[in-house]
């Protein structure tokens, strides 16, 4: 098969093109629980022009996350590194897919420009999927973490990174920089993968997180995942599980919420009830961190999570030398 591309015409390019010939979806309606205000805040709007003057993209805006008039107006926002386009194409994601352009070598120096200028205390720096690069864009994350410690010394800092599979030496190089927490998110249960996040591996994914505490066992690790897109109660208390094993310390549960028709459809709307259910389960099994309601998204109140997520090491740390003695 040939696949021609007209340069010619100037069509708006689809944002999506390996969804468009889906059938549609239906979509949802949300409960009372889930429905959030559009964004008009002084703070949101100074915030959307510290972005846009520094040419950042932000996850906030590309997976169109309900949190972000929230977040914009306390000057918190996800920095998304290594352009907007995405290599893979997860049934779940609002990112755009298709060929990714160069890597933008000023980038590191803006983000951290964007950090100091916003006076951010912990910053979220994630990116999308570039399998076109030899080490899947590990060596940018890097020159990021460097740039910002050097423009904003006392900014704690989180990477939320994508799975470097087949990326042989990429995971060493981030861990490396010393990122003050490592998230990797497993989305979903194992058994959604093929449907839901078909270029990615779930026990690669679980090797991952594993491999940075083998690589640096004081760092924090992070993992998240979105409910509502058809799993069992049994695999999610399963998915905890396969984190606790791998000895990650913070879990995000969310509610996935569908960003066209032509993306996966949302199987069931989860109660806070129940969401509160799984945080009960996910602290007995032993993370130090549990972050679990309808709204829940990976960055949410990360710069908060990560002064309790210190607190909640310090605590267990303190017992467990208390019961030493």
Known sequence: MVTILDTVTDKPRPRHPEKAHRPDQDVMRKPKWIRVKAPTSQGYMETREIVKSNKLVTVCEEAGCPNIGECWDKKHATFMILGEICTRACAFCNVATGIPGPVDINEPD????????????????????????????????????????????????????????????????????????????????????LKVRPGARYFHSLRLLQQVKELDPGMFTKSGIMVGLGEERNEVLQLMDDLRSANVDFMTIGQYLQPTRKHHPVKKFVTPEEFKSYET?????????????????????????????????????????????
């Open 281 to 325: 389960v996910a602290y007995t099994k032993g993370f130090l961190m549990v972050s679990s309601s309808p709204l829940t998204r990976s960055s949410h109140h990360a710069g908060e999570d990560f002064a309790k997520l210190r607190a909640a090491r310090e605590a267990r740390l303190e017992g467990a030398g208390a019961a030493a003695n």
């Open 110 to 193: 803006n983000v951290a420009k964007a950090v100091r200028e916003m006076g951010l205390k912990h910053v979220v720096i994630t990116s999308v999927d570039r399998d076109d690069l030899a080490d899947g864009g590990a060596q940018h994350f890097a020159d990021v973490i460097g740039a910002i410690r050097a423009a904003s010394p006392e900014t704690t800092i989180e990477i939320l990174t994508p799975d470097f599979l087949r990326k042989d030496g990429a995971l060493e190089v981030v861990v490396a920089a010393k990122p003050d927490v490592f998230n990797h998110n497993l989305e979903t249960v194992p058994g959604n993968y």
